[in-house]
């Protein structure tokens, strides 16, 4: 049994180095580092969706910037596979320096600082960021040293081998790429936890030409390493951690995310009737959030067994998929556990560990083995169109959430495609002042083409093999709120006898209509229009 050992507690980082040569490259006055991060650097950071990245280093950097009054003043071009947490990423935001930042991002302040046009963000499909990263594609416009490396990377491990590999913690995302491309390595070895050596597959990306398909076809497969290599030569300084991933207690399941859970489950039981799944389904993946969370813990309370999966990220409710011995086996790149979450990991470590593989972001968000293991995709967007358009990024199409992270390798390339959303989100005066079901969505994610399955707490839409009209009236047949049905259907019949007149019916809408839910939103605080 493992103990999370107890922050401020005793050195440990010695019997967590392995390879003894290393030992010198301990630095306990994390002041010393400062000076290597200069104006301008390009910085990438371990960690994916809020777990496994560094904090000791971020933060003294931060300490040091609002010390001195350098906000503005040390901005660096920021790189992480995911999110990390926001005593790291979202406090350099708020002091102002993050230039850039890819590809994907949480916090309030970074929010703000996307929105207000203070930082270049753009997001992007995950397992690609990594091998474009890799590529150079990011480093394009380096004004110093070479194009193809970052100037700085931070890490968390666990554990340094005997042979100097790392072993990552709770997550793996782009660390195994940014351990290749950096010129200077800080390493922060987190003793709080126990060496998470034994969980991870990790693979050396092949760039093409002539890349090779990566060997896997069960989520339980093995193609990689253990732990992850590095030039010593690289390694600047190796810091001790005993900071905690700064993680939350997700929303408990309501009655929204009951019903969508119910839906879904009903959908898997009818698929499994008509022979389309097998009777343990196919591999899950799930998407991050509250709904998402709370999806899977409806699931797991479903009448399946024998069940896989191959997703991003393990959330709290797995650990009851697991507990109640429905759930084998689970592929991810990321356990963003919450702390009690994490405690019954480390308290059942034994049982949960043979169960469990972290991968790099770019195996388990690859296209190839999506399609390969055949995922059933469940992800959580900001609003779907009529015609079954999905928007996961930019609410009233320009102000930018947290980005696309891995819903658009899944949605693409799963076997079927699901989104689930409520019905209805409340505003300030309205508790039903937004429809998630909408004429035309403001920003376009994921197109008609890669979606199969829409849900809401109304019900269920299967449009597979629907034309864009028969797709409209059973979206908004089933999945629209009972306030906004008649308003859609009436926006719709209209449109398509409009467009039908003039030769131009496959998917019909009213261009100076189509958007009309937003304005209405942005006057009157509400989406429930009077009149078209």
């Known amino acids: ?26 630095v306990t006055d994390v002041s010393q580092l400062i000076p290597y991060f200069q104006n301008g650097h390009y910085v990438s950071m371990g960690g994916f969706a809020g777990t496994g990245y560094p904090k000791v280093v971020p933060i003294a950097l931060a300490d040091h910037v609002e010390k001195n009054g350098l906000q503005g003043k040390l901005k660096m071009n920021l790189f992480v596979g995911a999110s990390v947490g926001p005593e790291t990423e979202d406090r350099w935001a708020s002091l102002d320096m993050i230039d850039k930042r890819y590809p994907h991002q949480n916090g309030h302040h970074i929010r703000n600082g996307i929105n207000n046009g203070r930082i270049r963000f753009a997001d992007q499909h995950l397992a690609t960021f990594a091998t474009d990263l890799l590529a150079g594609y990011y480093t394009l416009d380096k004004p110093h040293g070479s194009k193809r490396t970052m100037d700085i990377a931070i890490i968390e491990a666990t554990e340094i081998t005997e042979d100097g590999c790392i072993v990552p913690g ?11 491309m950096a010129d200077k390595i800080i390493i922060e070895i987190n003793t709080s936890l126990p060496s998470f050596k034994g969980l991870h597959d990790m693979v050396k990306i092949a760039l093409p030409p002539y890349s090779k398909p990566y060997q896997i076809t069960r989520v339980d497969d093995r193609i990689g390493l253990e732990a992850f290599p590095v030039d010593s030569e690289k390694i600047i300084a190796i810091v001790e951690s005993q900071l905690p991933d700064n993680t939350s207690v997700g929303a408990p399941e309501d009655e929204t995310s009951s019903a969508i859970a119910n839906n879904i489950v009903q959908f898997f039981i009818h698929e499994i009737e008509q022979g389309r799944f097998p009777k343990n389904l196919l591999p899950l993946q799930s998407g991050i959030g509250s709904i998402a969370n709370a999806v899977i813990g409806g699931l797991s309370k479903g009448p399946f067994d024998n069940l896989s999966v191959w997703t ?37 470590w034994d049982n949960y560990k043979s169960k469990i593989i972290l991968r790099n972001q770019a195996i388990s968000n690859a296209a190839e083995l999506i399609s390969r293991v055949g995922c059933i995709a469940l992800n959580t967007p900001c609003e779907v169109d009529i015609y079954g358009h999905v928007n996961s990024t930019n609410t009233m199409g320009s102000k930018m959430l947290n980005g696309l992270g891995g819903s658009g390798e899944f949605l693409r390339n799963s076997r079927i495609s699901i989104v689930h959303t409520p019905s209805t989100r409340p505003t300030k005066t309205d508790p039903h002042g937004i429809s998630c079901i909408v004429p035309f969505a403001s920003h376009i994610d994921h197109t008609e083409h890669d979606i199969d399955i829409i849900v809401t707490e109304q019900g269920l839409a299967d449009i597979r093999g629907l034309a864009p009209y028969e797709r409209a009236k059973v979206i908004i047949q089933n999945c629209a709120h009972p306030i906004y049905k008649p308003i859609l259907m009436e926006y719709l019949e209209t449109s398509r006898q409009i467009c039908l007149k003039n030769h131009m019916g496959h998917e019909p809408h009213q261009l100076d209509k189509a958007f009309k839910f937003y304005t209405n939103l942005s006057e009157k605080g509400t989406m429930k229009i009077d009149k078209w």
């Open 1 to 26: 049994m493992h103990k999370i050992v107890q922050q401020g507690s005793k050195s440990l980082i010695e019997s967590r180095i392995k390879r003894k040569s290393l030992l010198s490259k301990v």
């Open 170 to 180: 709770a997550s793996v995302g782009i660390t195994p790429e940014i351990l290749q």
């Open 312 to 348: 991003e990220v393990i959330q709290d409710t797995f650990l009851d998929f697991f507990d109640n011995g429905k759930l084998k086996f689970a592929s991810a790149t990321s356990l963003r556990f919450s702390p009690p979450g994490f405690n019954r990991l480390f308290n059942n």
